[in-house]
């Protein structure tokens, strides 16, 4: 599996506390079997609403890989299909002041860092990113660092999700699979197992 | 850290091992899976070669996208008819139970596990929906994954997780009258904030949560996720074992006694050590109402919507854009606000005592001109138990529309959607923008029995002034 140590790539701020997973990618867009097409439909509602004037539709930032957001990014609903249309317009990385937790599970089971900052260093990377929109920045997650033009600044990501990127270990199914024995012990020693059975 | 807790004894009892990660590997007890967030799932499994190692510990039902008007198949819609055959398909090549329409056992997810029993104390409980949160109410400990996770566990019964804090959130004493288990739920995420639990599994305990039947404590830890929290519960009690015993799948005759034993095992210690305590008291809290696009925007049904003056910094944005996007003015009261359709169901309100308060309040009046009204039950034994004590008749009686089971307005995958820029009092649990169906619909939550208030008065109103 791919590991994820170092991401260059151009920014792209989206201001905004609380921004769910329903604003992501509205419901009736998750009518659908697969993951494909989702990306053309990031942000739909917003952005047929801000007439071609939000960050996702703006010319200097598309092509975009890092995408730097504030406050509780992704909260709301479980919703793969946020994460996943995210990453099918383009982006491999993100910086935020907090995640929901959810929304940061399903990332790093994609393979999609998201790190952390500061309210001051968040803001500093999206006022960078608005006046450099054609430079990149580049997240290192072996330091928990953000570098844009003269600046290296901290990002925090906890161990386990570091370690998991660095080593290529994000993909967990593999690993989870591989302890079908373990697991099958683990299970026989809860009484419940026998009591309910579904069938 | 904490120690003692029901979550540490269950978080413990469920660990496979640690992964090179350093996360727990943690065993699943019941996978709950539905239409939505399930065929991507399944496809990575076929793409990998792989197949459901616990198809028995595995549970499927259909409510997303399920019309609750016309459900004959095939759907009118055709890609909700392409993602219930999705689900037919899988359901039947894995050897899973399938809670299909019509089975008299379909229904909401997080509705349908509790009332045949699958959701017990102690378990470890996932599924492709936030707010699986809801069986923490049993004093299981329940989450909403994504899709790649839905395959974890279909693959493995496991998930890669790192150990949550525990918060207790204390509730002491009687619930004022007209106040119900939504309105402790909005108000401790009024309190808390919208992020405030991130990180926390939320144990509710005092008075105030031991005086509430299952169906409260459903609706209470439902909105955990609202709060932040992935995972709120409640520790069992006689409540919680007089609700299981002779359901479907609680366990039987002789295991009776020995799961009891279990299950008190494993409540918090008196001792126990939590990461945080937060104490709020049951006489503080009023009928609340969401005037804003978070929940944590909530207020007393007699206050009026905050100066942005009036609120901490931080939350002085989203007051904005939510003033903005509601058209609703700081310092009006929200009492009087307009109303043009009430929806009452969802997996937070849509049980058989939800309904019954509802139809209590609904009994001998008319819904207002011009408003939509309509109640949607849970599941369909829900609505058999409904229909069965004439529930559909009072609501009929006084203008709502009687629904089949499903989601409904909640999210509007289905049918059921605002138009425009209505507004809607709501027994749901998200107000986000566009959350039922219409980019610029708006949405005020509130318990069952203020949305039936609202729709009686065409606005607004206090369900205690009725």
């Known amino acids: ?199 | 850290m904490s120690q003692g807790t029901l979550f540490d004894k269950v978080w413990d009892l469920h660990t496979v091992g640690t992964l090179p990660s350093g996360q727990t590997q943690l065993f699943v007890g019941l996978h709950l899976i539905h239409e939505v967030t399930s065929p991507q799932a399944f496809a990575m499994l076929r793409e990998r070669g792989l197949t459901v190692l616990f198809p028995e510990r595995t549970v499927a039902t259909v409510d997303h996208i399920v019309p609750t008007e016309n459900q004959v198949r095939p759907f009118q819609d055709v890609l909700a008819e392409e993602m219930m055959q999705a689900l037919e398909h899988n359901c039947q090549d894995h050897g899973i139970t399938f809670h299909n329409i019509g089975s008299g056992n379909q229904g909401i997810v997080h509705v349908i596990a509790p009332e045949q029993g699958l959701t017990q104390p102690g378990m470890t409980i996932a599924c492709g929906d936030s707010h699986t949160s809801t069986h923490g109410a049993f004093g299981a400990i329940s989450f909403g994954i994504g899709t790649s996770q839905v395959r974890d566990v279909l693959a493995s019964q496991t998930l890669a997780l790192g150990k949550l804090k525990v918060r207790r959130i204390e509730v002491n004493g009687a619930l004022p009258p007209g106040v119900y288990a939504k309105d402790v739920t909005l108000h401790i995420i009024r309190t808390l904030g919208v992020k405030g639990g991130v990180g926390y599994a939320y144990e509710y305990g005092g008075t105030t949560i031991d005086a509430m039947s299952m169906e409260e404590r459903m609706t209470l830890c439902n909105m955990s996720i609202e709060g932040g929290a992935r995972c709120g519960y409640v520790n069992p009690d006689q409540v919680t074992y007089d609700y299981l015993q002779g359901r479907e799948f609680a366990p039987k005759a002789d295991q009776w006694e020995q799961a009891v034993a279990w299950w008190q095992s494993l409540r918090s210690d008196a001792n126990a050590v939590y990461d945080d305590v937060v104490q709020l008291d049951a006489a503080d809290i009023s009928p609340t109402v969401t005037w804003g696009i978070t929940p944590g925007q909530g207020i007393g049904v007699d206050e009026s919507i905050p100066q942005l003056a009036d609120l901490p910094e931080g939350d002085r944005a989203i007051a904005q854009e939510a003033y903005a996007y509601m058209d609703l003015q700081p310092g009006m009261p929200i009492l009087g606000t307009p109303i043009d359709v009430c929806f009452i169901g969802s997996c937070t309100n849509g049980r058989i005592s939800d309904l019954r308060e509802a139809a209590r309040i609904a009994q001998g009046r008319q819904v207002a001109p011009g408003v939509k009204a309509f109640v949607v039950p849970g599941s369909e034994q829900v609505k058999q138990q409904a229909e069965a004590e004439g529930l559909h008749k009072v609501f009929e009686a006084a203008g709502f529309e009687w629904r089949q089971a499903g989601c409904s307005m909640c999210l509007a995958m289905n049918p059921d959607k605002l138009e425009g820029r209505q507004i809607s009092a709501s027994s749901s649990n998200r107000n986000f923008k566009g959350r039922q169906g219409s980019a610029s619909g708006r949405t005020l939550l509130m318990s069952p029995a203020m949305v039936v208030s609202a729709a009686i008065a065409g606005k607004v109103a206090d369900v205690r002034s009725l």
Request: charge should be negative.
């Open chain 1, 1 to 199: 599996m791919t590991q994820v140590t170092q991401l260059s790539g151009r920014g792209l701020p989206l201001t905004g506390d609380d921004i769910d997973t329903d604003r992501i990618i509205p419901a009736r867009f998750l009518r659908c079997v697969t993951f494909d097409g989702l990306g053309d439909q990031v942000f739909a509602d917003d952005r047929a609403q801000t007439g071609g004037d939000h960050a996702f539709d703006q010319a200097q930032y598309q092509g975009a890989e890092i995408l730097v957001v504030n406050r509780n990014f992704g909260c709301g609903s479980s919703r793969e299909h946020a994460p996943q249309a995210i990453a099918r317009w383009g982006i491999k990385a993100l910086i935020g002041e907090s995640f929901a937790e959810i929304f940061f599970g399903n990332c790093v089971a994609m393979g999609i860092p998201c790190v952390t900052a500061t309210s001051e260093v968040v803001h500093k990377a999206q006022q960078w990113i608005q006046a450099h929109p054609q430079d990149a920045l580049t997240l290192d997650l072996t330091t928990l660092t953000v570098q844009f033009g003269d600046q290296t600044l901290p990002v925090t990501l906890a161990d386990g999700p570091q370690r998991m990127f660095l080593e290529g270990m994000w993909d967990a199914c593999g690993q989870l699979v591989a302890q079908a024995d373990a697991v099958r012990q683990t299970a026989a020693q809860l009484p419940y197992v026998t009591w309910s059975v579904a069938k």
